[in-house]
Every structure is written in C-alpha cells, then in structure tokens.
C-alpha cells in the first residue's frame, strides 16, 4: 500500500498521463450507475457522461470542467472524481468541450453554457433536483465555471441566469486574473475577444452572484493562488457569498488527484467540494 501510494503521488506530480486511470480503478463510485456520451451539441466532443448514485431523488446536481489549458482532456480521465462526487450522493455530470485549436474562445464557455442547460433540462430523468445545479471546475475548467457563473452572457444565451439557475460555483485552481497574456498560445486562444479584459473571470463580478468556494494549492506554480486571492477579494467587496481554501503544500495537479480515494491525505478537496454542494458547513470528516 505504501509502495503504490509512493508511486500514485509521483505520478500526479508529474501529472503523469497514467494517474488518473489509476485513480478510476481505485475510487468508488458507492455503487452509482453510469450514462456514458449523452449528446449535447452536434460536434463529436459535445458529448457528456453522467453518474448517478443509488436511490437518489432530488438530488444536487455537480456539472464538472476538466482542466487542460483548453487544449487537451478527456471526460474518461477524470470519471475519479465523478465517481468520488456520486459516492457522496451528488449526481455528477462530466462533459468534454471543444479546444484549441479547433476553437477559441468563447467557445468552450458556450458549451459549458449549452451543458448547464441540458442538466436543467434532464435533471430530473437522473434523480437530480434542477434547482440545485453547481458547476465546478480545475484550472482550465474552473475558468469555464467561473465564467459560467459570473458573466451573465454566456448562461444567458441558453435563456438562463446564474443568478437564478446555478445554486453554486467552486473553482478549484483556476485562473481568474491572468492578465497579460505572456504564453503564445494562451494569446492566440483568446484572441477573438473584444478586449482582454472581459475575458477575465474578476472583472465579471457584480451582486447577485452564486455562491462561491474556492480552493488553491498554496504551492501552485501552474496557476498562482493569487489568481483565486483576487477572485475572493472582488466577491467579497461587493458582499458575494464566498469562501477561500488555501491547502499548504498543495499543488496544481495534487489537489484534483487528491480527489482519488488513495492519495485523499495530500488536500480535503473533496471533503470540502461535496459538504459545500451538500449544505454542510464547518464539519470534520471525509
């Protein structure tokens, strides 16, 4: 057990590509069924998968963005932490969305928009309760969630309002204030905005926001726990409902991998994501 915890940690802090498999077969899902490439839009990466707990009615509903710099990732590499969400009771919705460079922004918004929109229409199919919708997201993704939550266009499109239709957002890692765009990349991905500036989650935030959580590494040195320290400030000045987790000695890669049963030691990511999608507050447990 110690060799293979050893080995589980070295791999997701190289992020090695074989983690999260690893992390799928280790972690329960308490016995939850599982719908797999439901279509959501008419290109083939609009599909998504669904976990369903057992007996489950009027349950919250968690729609969860992978990271992967909207470049890369696969719904199948993260079905740990669906599985890890769907133990805890919470039917838990991961799709894929297109990337780079088949798209730019704000195309992987508006199809984590159109997703938002297809668990409030289809909720109740999978013993979920349309009214209590969180997205949730890890670095890449959380920008997507954040978005979602946040600037009022995108959900807004699918003739919804997060004011109204998302219950919360919890952003895990993610970039909210990565002004000037210094990668390459990065800049050639954003490039069809009007202005850098809109495309920044902190300069999204107004009243009547949902509720918030964030939570960051204090090692991270992928995306700077800054990013989520600036988030949190703006939130809070104008008397959003957030709270901030900051995890000593967590990095970017090990506080989503500690989602996985074997490594759940490394951060309470997931102790804190389901108590906050559940109502629980100021618990101990995991």
Not at 15 to 33: E, F, Q, W
Not at 89 to 108: C, E, H, M, Q, S
Not at 224 to 247: D, F, H, Q
Request: charged share 15%; proline share 6%.
């Amino acid at each position: 057990m110690v060799k293979l915890v050893f080995m589980l940690c070295l791999l997701i802090t190289l992020g090695g590509c074989s983690a999260g498999k690893i992390l799928d077969i280790t972690t329960s899902s308490g016995g939850a069924s599982v719908t797999r490439s439901i279509v959501y839009g008419k290109d083939k990466r609009q599909t998504l998968d669904i976990y369903v707990p057992k007996n489950v009615r009027s349950a919250p509903v968690a729609v969860f963005f992978y990271g992967g710099t909207w470049q890369s990732g696969d719904k199948a590499t993260y079905a740990f932490v669906a599985s890890a969400l769907a133990a805890k009771g919470i039917v838990t919705i991961v799709p894929d969305y297109r990337l780079y460079p088949a798209v730019r922004y704000p195309a992987y918004i508006q199809d984590g928009a159109a997703v938002v929109r297809w668990a409030r229409d289809h909720a109740e199919t999978y013993g979920g309760d349309p009214e209590k919708i969180y997205v949730v997201g890890h670095s890449a993704g959380a920008y997507i969630a954040a978005m979602l939550a946040l600037d009022r266009q995108w959900l807004g499109q699918q003739n919804l309002n997060p004011a109204h239709d998302l219950k919360g957002f919890i952003g895990i890692s993610g970039p909210y204030d990565f002004l000037p765009f210094d990668d390459k990349i990065v800049a050639d991905i954003f490039s069809p905005a009007k202005s850098q500036e809109a495309t920044q989650p902190v300069n999204q935030v107004r009243h009547g926001n949902p509720s918030v959580l964030l939570l960051h590494g204090q090692s991270d040195t992928v995306v700077y726990p800054s990013n989520s320290i600036a988030l949190e400030k703006k939130l809070r000045a104008v008397g959003s409902p957030v709270e901030i987790k900051l995890y000593p000695n967590v990095g970017h890669v090990g506080i989503i991998g500690a989602m996985g049963s074997p490594i759940r030691f490394i951060a309470p990511t997931l102790h804190d994501t389901a108590n906050f999608i559940l109502g629980i507050r100021n618990q101990n447990g995991s």
